[in-house]
């Protein structure tokens, strides 16, 4: 039970998250520089695919950072807030989520992470900016970037 309390709350809190980033403020500013920014993510070597890719701002870095998804290869595309394809160049930790339901399939739509007891398939210590998960840090210049991650579940 414990577990699943754990999981419920940090399905919550990631959530909350993407929220916060979607919707903080009314105004969709779109800054004067936006990189594009693509790669593709793997765990254990495999194609990932529905998986959320947050670039975060490091320390020093203005800006909002951007969100993707990645498709059913494990390809993503960063989206600005503003809706524009790219982020603003700095340096970012990389945060990578996964909800699926706990025998592995997809999370029916109409239904939230929550409603159906999902699990989160990433490993914790890429879910956050811990000490684990600051390796996962890209540093976005002003020219077209790629940045592949290739995630362990060990």
């Known amino acids: 039970m414990t577990n699943t309390v754990s999981h419920l709350k940090l399905a919550v809190i990631l959530h ?7 919707c903080g403020g009314s105004e969709k500013v779109v800054p ?12 254990d070597g495999k194609s990932l695919a529905s998986a959320s890719v947050i670039f975060t701002p490091y320390s020093g870095t203005k800006g909002n950072g951007a969100f993707g998804v990645t498709d059913s290869d494990g390809k993503y595309t960063l989206q600005h807030k503003s809706g524009k ?17 706990p025998n592995g ?8 992470a929550a409603d ?10 890429y879910l956050a900016v811990t000490k684990a ?4 840090i890209a540093e976005v210049t002003g020219n077209a970037s790629s940045f592949d991650f290739d995630l362990k579940s060990k």
Request: charged share 20%; glycine share 8%.
């Open 85 to 101: 394809p790219g982020i603003e160049p700095g340096k970012y930790y990389v945060i990578f989520s996964k909800w699926a339901m």
């Open 16 to 22: 909350l998250s993407i929220l916060f980033y979607s």
């Open 116 to 125: 159906v007891e999902a699990k989160q398939v990433i490993p914790k210590k």
């Open 32 to 43: 004067d520089k936006l990189t594009e920014v693509s790669g593709v993510v793997t765990l």
């Open 105 to 112: 399939s997809p999370i029916p739509a109409g239904k939230s």
């Open 133 to 136: 998960g600051r390796k996962n």
